[in-house]
């Protein structure tokens, strides 16, 4: 399958509200303004592992040496970028989304254009493959359906590429942007990603702020207290030695998830009756955890508890955190 020329839109400005083409964009996320995981810090990603997540909805990965990213300030008319800082024996980058089916499925057979604002202080081309899925939002196995280069400079610069997205569009698609060597205190940076039906690329389409965290929110969430002393919320004692927290979720979940913390246990404590107990191993989702409410067993060393008491996760560090994962 042959894809379409790469051309450079620089024209490019932001769709009008209400405008005709509201909810055309099939990525999540793209213009990088929602950082659930990292809130604009740097990011390391280790050489050769798999794909770890970043800004909401986007994954990455490098090979050769490890790469750092990080949001930060993006170039008009996107608030934010999402900038790669290289390293000596770095040889490729990744950067890329994977495409729900139920949101991609009306396109089967339909040619699609995307669009990015790329730019890259020593890097001159960018090579974008789109795959589909071999099963059903399962990535782990994926066919490539088109690819193409684009050739990049080191101005921000919005590129269009084009492409069909073929019979099997319906198991779910991923767009992914790789490169060569991104070398010692070499960027790149990528915003304004957008696929949509369609062969001429339209205004990147913007949406307030709140409905672009609930997107993301399907595919995970995360709960930050901040600071030491500060609830997650109230749980109770099934046993004398384990505590379980309930947490309703903004929004359902695509599925059932998995959950992410700091991996220090005691960053997190149980506060019960007049006293706290820090846990003895991190938190651990109970079995009867789903899409909509999760609840976190929280072990602690002795028998502190007795059954049936209310208790209270809290933080015991600013960096506790507890983050729920539906991604594709």
């Known amino acids: 399958m042959t894809a379409n020329l790469t051309t450079r839109l620089g024209q490019l400005t932001s769709t009008p509200a209400g405008g005709p083409y509201v909810g055309k964009n099939r990525i999540i996320n793209g213009n990088v303004s929602v950082d659930q995981r990292n809130a604009g810090a740097s990011q ?7 794909v770890a997540y970043c800004v909401d909805r986007f994954y990455a990965s490098c090979t050769g040496a490890n790469i750092t990213g990080q949001q930060v300030a993006g170039t008009a008319p996107y608030q934010y970028a999402y900038k790669f800082t290289g390293a000596t024996s770095n040889t490729g980058t990744l950067f890329g989304q994977r495409i729900e089916s139920l949101n991609i499925a009306d396109l089967v057979s ?5 669009q990015a604002q790329i730019a890259s202080s020593t890097i001159t081309t960018v090579t ?3 795959y589909y899925a071999n099963t059903t939002n399962t990535f782990s196995s994926k066919t490539s359906i088109a690819t193409g280069t684009i050739t990049i400079t080191s101005t921000p610069t919005i590129y269009t590429f084009s492409f069909n997205a073929g019979s099997s569009a319906a198991n779910g698609v991923a767009i992914e942007f790789t490169t060569g060597a991104l070398v010692a205190a070499a960027t790149l940076q990528y915003s304004g990603v957008q696929l949509e039906a369609g062969t001429i690329a339209t205004p990147y389409e913007f949406n307030q702020y709140q409905v672009q ?9 995360q709960f930050k207290p901040g600071a030491n002393n500060l609830a997650y919320g109230p749980g109770w004692c099934p046993s004398n030695n384990t505590a379980i927290l309930m947490l309703p979720l903004a929004i359902p979940l695509r599925g059932t998830p998995t959950l992410t913390t700091t991996g220090t246990a005691s960053d997190y404590e149980v506060a019960y009756s007049n006293s706290a107990i820090a846990c003895n191993s991190v938190p651990a989702l109970d079995g009867t955890s789903c899409a909509t409410c999760v609840q976190v067993s929280l072990p602690v060393s002795g028998t502190p508890f007795t059954a049936n008491w209310s208790v209270n996760l809290r933080a015991a560090s600013s960096a506790s955190y507890l983050g729920f994962s539906s991604e594709l």
């Open 128 to 130: 974008w493959t789109a």
């Open 213 to 221: 965290l609930a997107q993301c929110q399907r595919y995970y969430q």
């Open 110 to 114: 339909t040619t699609v254009v995307g």
């Open 44 to 50: 390391t990603f280790t050489a050769a592992a798999a």
